[in-house]
């Protein structure tokens, strides 16, 4: 059975001879894949390809969606939002496909919402995202990433809880850190906590010290840290090395499995939350790991974003097969209304908020142990995104 | 009085790898005219070779950074150096900025964006006047201390010292008097690579080793450069202390990203005060001396 042929590759153009419909009420599925595939944020882009090119793989080895195979159109936006208006342009007038899937940063986000909402065309993002504070609301804008809220809520009152009422807040100073702290501060004071720090330093800071040396002054319990990047191994480094870590636990977006291998010592017994983990222990999930193992040869722990996109995909097929035909304003509908369980989150339901159209799903709660792995304290079930549309 | 001395070791700490960046890159700009923008990432490279050799032992990995260093700037002097002497400021800009990309995106697809981490040659921490820090730190701070001292004491006392100097002043008369261009050229960049590459292998135990590393280093050291004579190899000795001492100080009161704002408003300023910190001269047309021969009586004008 043909496997989803990407018609365009990497910057390419469309030959223009797919074959029957895109646009309105045809019967092939065309799905417009926007990823960086290359620049900054490649690595992330690559690893939503990856989920996203086996879910379309399974789809079309099931049948297909509407009995033909999905077909898929594929950009690099480059992570930049000029070159992903023109590619998000190029897909919507030239390719005219049915539904737009991906991009990865915000402000590519917000170029290709605008456009796809002005074309009436369903736009996917896979990536976490905060949406409290940029909400992006359109009926047409599906959010399948896991929100700031969603993770925050239950690490607040637990890290409060577990290690004490005194918060200092570290992050690089761009607009990422400075929401999610906008989106933990309340989280934080309902949990009783009080904030006695928050040091922001520019992207590439190699040097902590100074920033370190206020931390360990305001001396706090623990340390929720959004520093992202090279930055955040140089700041555990050297908050070790300084000895911030001796009093204070560390938890926050820095602390992740994709750092791991850099700073095994550094990581272990620390807690986070997280939507998905490659250790989730049910059927779907064991499934996906092996196939995904086997077709990359890859050992490194999956990331989110390859689950949601993976997920994404097989949303899709499922609300267009519901649907009957390719409108987008069938779609959209069916969209909102979709459920599907037993996927790689686990057994439960999932489905968009019909409030917001952020997919909800189970959250866990996990300390990081050797190897990477995640071993799952409990989970802390179905958290609601508040952002109101 | 334990704040003082925190503040003096961050200083120090601050300065290490900087110093070794500026030097470097006063060396090359002073004595071949060459701003070089790959210098960063040179330090980079160096950082890379730590984490290259992670598994082996910590000064075999320094090691293999030194003959790495030494031959990257063999390569890049033969290679792209020499076609750019005496062409003046944009091609040399160009050029570099060309390096720069070709080792960070050769950094990118052997290792990946994702950061990686070197473990440092000894742990824990020492107590300085009251003050714990970290062991390797003060170690680093002392090893570039040597390193710096000889760069000078070669500079400034040695007959190989002079002569390069000399060639800095007035290439020409140099050059009759017996010293060949193409050899202090070749050597000079080949010791602003290899220290460059030093640095980086020392730095790599404290920060996050990724390809874009070499850029954290790059502005701070250029000021460095730039706040003393060109040509001068003390002067980015004395900038990178300024440029250190500042950076310490301001982020003792201003949070980090306003420290970063204000201290380059500081030295953009202090280099418009002094401009003659700043003048770029072409070393193989001058003809005559920007500054007299240092050293020795000067022959009658």
């Given at each position: 059975m043909a496997a989803a042929t990407p018609l365009a590759a990497l910057g390419g153009c469309s030959s223009g001879q797919k074959s029957s419909s895109g646009?309105?009420?045809?019967q092939t599925l065309t799905v417009g894949l926007l990823a960086?595939?290359?620049?900054?944020v490649a690595p992330e882009g690559k690893a939503m390809r990856r989920g996203f090119d086996m879910a379309v793989a399974e789809v079309n080895a099931a049948g297909g969606v509407l009995g033909k195979p999905l077909e898929v159109v594929v950009e690099d936006d480059q992570g930049t939002p000029s070159v992903a208006t023109t590619a998000a342009r190029k897909l919507l007038?030239?390719?005219?496909?049915d539904v737009v899937f991906g991009t990865i940063t915000g402000d590519t986000t917000i170029a290709v919402k605008q456009l796809a909402t002005q074309a009436k065309v369903p736009f996917m993002k896979a990536i976490l995202d905060d949406?409290?504070?940029?909400?992006?609301?359109?009926?047409y804008f599906f959010k399948l990433g896991e929100s700031d809220y969603q993770l925050l809520e239950p690490l607040a009152p637990f890290m409060v809880e577990r290690f004490g009422r005194r918060v200092a807040l570290v992050g690089s100073d761009y607009s990422f850190p400075h929401s999610y702290n906008q989106t933990a501060k309340p989280l934080l004071s309902a949990a009783g906590?009080?904030?006695v720090a928050e040091e922001y330093a520019p992207l590439?800071?190699?040097?902590?010290s100074s920033v370190i040396g206020k931390l360990k002054g305001a001396r706090p319990d623990f340390v929720l840290s959004s520093v992202v990047g090279g930055d955040a191994i140089a700041l555990l480094k050297q908050a070790q090395s300084l000895g911030l870590l001796k009093s204070s636990e560390i938890t926050g977006v820095s602390i992740n499995q994709e750092f791991y291998p850099a700073v095994p010592t550094l990581m272990n017994g620390r807690w986070g939350t997280f939507?998905?983990?490659?250790?989730?222990?049910n059927a779907a999930n064991r499934k996906f790991v092996a196939d995904y193992r086997a077709k990359y040869s890859d050992d490194a722990p999956i990331p989110s974003v390859t689950a949601n996109s993976y997920v994404g995909v097989h949303l899709l097929a499922k609300a267009v097969g519901a649907a009957g035909g390719t409108d987008a304003d069938k779609i959209v509908a069916a969209l909102a209304a979709v459920k599907l369980a037993d996927t790689v989150y686990g057994p439960e339901e999932i489905s968009f908020d019909p409030g917001n159209q952020v997919l909800n799903t189970n959250i866990y709660l996990a300390q990081i142990a050797s190897g990477g792995k995640y071993t799952i304290s409990r989970g802390a079930g179905v958290t609601a995104d508040p952002t109101k549309c | 009085m334990s704040d003082l001395v925190l503040l003096l070791l961050n200083f120090v700490s601050a300065l290490s790898v900087l110093v070794l960046v500026a030097v470097s890159l006063g060396l090359i700009f002073g004595q071949?005219?060459?701003?070089?923008?790959?210098q960063g990432d040179l330090v980079m490279v160096g950082a890379f070779a730590m984490y290259a050799t992670r598994e082996l032992p910590f000064l075999v990995g320094v090691a293999t950074a030194l003959v790495l260093g030494l031959l990257l700037g063999v390569v890049l002097e033969r290679g792209l150096a020499r076609a750019l002497y005496?062409?003046?400021l944009m091609p040399a800009l160009l050029a570099t900025w060309g390096v720069g990309i070709v080792l960070r995106q050769a950094a990118d697809a052997l290792y990946s964006s994702t950061p990686h981490a070197v473990a440092a040659p000894v742990g824990g921490s020492v107590g300085v006047l009251g003050v714990d820090y970290p062991t390797y730190r003060i170690l680093v701070a002392v090893v570039v201390a040597v390193l710096v001292a000889a760069v000078l004491a070669v500079a400034y006392r040695s007959s190989l010292g002079l002569r390069m100097r000399a060639c800095i002043d007035n290439l020409e008369m140099a050059a009759l008097l017996g010293t060949s261009p193409q050899r202090m050229f070749m050597l000079v960049f080949v010791a602003g690579t290899v220290l460059a590459v030093l640095a980086g292998s020392l730095a790599a135990p404290i920060v996050g080793v990724t390809p874009t590393l070499g850029l954290s280093y790059l502005p701070a050291a250029f000021f460095a450069v730039l706040l003393?004579?060109?040509?001068?190899?003390?002067g980015p000795v004395l900038g990178a202390a300024l440029v250190a001492f500042l950076t310490v100080l301001l982020n003792r009161f201003f949070t980090a990203t306003v420290a970063q704002s204000l201290l380059f408003a500081a030295l953009v300023l202090f280099i418009a005060v002094r401009p003659e910190g700043v003048r770029w001269h072409?070393?193989?047309?001058?003809?005559?001396?920007?500054q007299p021969a240092r050293g020795g009586p000067t022959a009658a004008s």
């Open positions: 646009g309105a009420g045809g960086p595939l290359t620049g900054p007038q030239r390719d005219r496909v949406y409290l504070h940029s909400p992006l609301c359109s009926r906590a009080q904030v590439g800071t190699a040097e902590w939507r998905y983990s490659d250790q989730l222990d | 071949l005219g060459i701003i070089n923008l790959a005496g062409r003046g003393g004579r060109p040509g001068s190899i003390g072409p070393p193989a047309r001058r003809t005559r001396p920007l």
